[in-house]
């Protein structure tokens, strides 16, 4: 599975974003996919994850901000980013997890950096 990240920017504190993460290969083995974002120097950490089932799972702090979501087939799924802060401002990483036949594989796409300005 091979993902490309976009959307990010600049935008102003209290502003919007709307990221986009495409999918390409094996998408019927797509199980999970998510959002994560990584700081240099800090550790990486998820922020928004969605099963082909529909169960989300978000980062505590972003819940009623942020809000996942894919399109049926698991080529694209999204993330809105709502009411930002400057402290958003990072890189943020689409991800997917397939099941394959040797077991579970985790696919990082490159990141789309957002940059909030306060």
């Known amino acids: 599975v091979q993902l490309q990240a976009s959307g990010g920017g600049l935008v102003q504190n209290g502003g919007s974003l709307r990221l986009s993460c495409a999918a390409s290969g094996k998408l019927f083995s797509i199980t999970e996919m998510g959002w994560y974002r990584q700081t240099p120097g800090k550790q990486r950490e998820l922020v928004a994850t969605l099963t082909t089932g529909g169960i989300t799972n978000y980062k505590e702090s972003l819940k009623g901000r942020f809000t996942i979501s894919r399109d049926n087939d698991n080529s694209k799924w999204y993330l809105q980013m709502n009411s930002l802060k400057p402290e958003d401002t990072t890189v943020y990483y689409c991800?997917?997890?397939?099941?394959?036949?040797?077991?579970?594989?985790?696919?990082w796409g490159p990141g789309t950096q957002v940059t909030v300005s306060s």
């Open positions: 991800t997917s997890r397939t099941r394959e036949a040797s077991g579970y594989t985790f696919y």
